[in-house]
Structures are given as C-alpha cells and as structure tokens.
C-alpha cells in the first residue's frame, strides 16, 4: 500500500489521472468532447509547464544557498585544509539533498539521474562564477572542490 501512496502523493499521480481524465471524459459525455479535451490537455500542459519552473526555482535557491555558504566557509581564517574539509562537506550536504530529490521526484532511474544531474550542474555553474571575485587562495580552494564535484547518480 506506500507504493500507491506515494503515486498518488506524487506529481506523477496527478499526471495519471488527469490523462485518465482526458481519455475518459469524451467517452462519458461525447457531446463535450472537443472543447473538454482541449481544455484538460492544456491544463495538464499548464502543469507541466509549472512544474518545471517551480523545479527551476528551487534548484536556484538551494545552489545559491550552497554557493553562499561555500564562500562564508573559504573565507573563513583556517589552513587551506580546513578550509576545503568545510567545503567538501558542504558538497555533500548539496549532492545528498539533490539526490534525495531526484528520488522523490524522478519517475524512473533515468529520469531521477537526470534530475540530480541538473541540480549539479547548474552548481558547479554558479561556483564557477563565484570563483571570479575570489583572490587566489579562495579560488584554488573553490577549484579543487569544484573538481571534485562528479555527477555520478
């Protein structure tokens, strides 16, 4: 039974039924046919769509608080070791999280791995500008985390 659970919980399970929805309703009222089939398509469409972006905006927020909390670590008054130690587990934290939702998210394998694998990549984009205004010693150790970072589901 959490197996159905969690279907129904999840954007998949509303995606289920409004398709089933859609192939359903014309059959049950074909006079309103045309019209409601157009207009359930375009709502699903509309929720896709709005997925996507509110998927967008919670990946930004979480790599810019990742990113913010990068740079308070590196410019921390420690030894670079120490500095990348702190780092590194920042990383972790980011990459635990991201995979976490990729899981609660994604709707196979492949698409969970794709999911966290966007979520990477857009951080190791934003780390790679934040290593623009960092002097030397911040960036060396930026950089090595940044190498560090694999996007292995």
Known sequence: MPLLEDLLESNFGIAIALGAVTLVLPKVLPDLSPSVRSAIKSGLQLYVESEADAEGGLIGKMVDATVKELLDNVSQPASDQQRRQAAQQVIRRFQHRARERAHRYGWNDQDRSAR????????????????????KQEREVLGHVYDGITEDW
Do not use: N, S
């Not at 990477?120 to 623009?132: D, F, S, T, V």
């Open 116 to 135: 966290y694998r966007r979520q990477i990549r857009r951080l190791k984009r934003a780390l790679a500008e934040a290593q623009q205004g960092q002097d």
